[in-house]
């Protein structure tokens, strides 16, 4: 089943409230509780699955530092 937030569907849904709570509701990188978002700790492109061990809360800032670092030098 899909819903019309987000395009998830119902078990991928279920799974990111799972993380969620696990992690306490809390960015797993910075401790923030606002913006929150369920990243994979192994990307999709690298063939990380949708399973809770790769699963990880961050916000959306730490979100985007993952994916994309800034190279300071």
């Not at 899909?2 to 799974?15: D, H, K, N, Q, S």
């Not at 960015?27 to 990880?56: P, R, W, Y």
Request: proline letters at 3%; charged letters at 25%; aromatic letters at 4%.
């Amino acid at each position: 089943m899909i819903l019309p937030e987000f395009g998830l569907t119902l078990c991928r849904r279920r799974i990111k409230q799972q993380i969620l709570h696990r992690d306490s509701w809390r960015c797993q990188s910075c401790g923030t509780m606002s913006n929150l978002e369920v990243d994979h700790k192994l990307f999709c492109s690298q063939s990380g699955q949708d399973s809770e061990e790769n699963l990880i809360t961050r916000c959306a800032r730490c979100h985007r530092h993952v994916h994309s670092p800034r190279v300071d030098g």
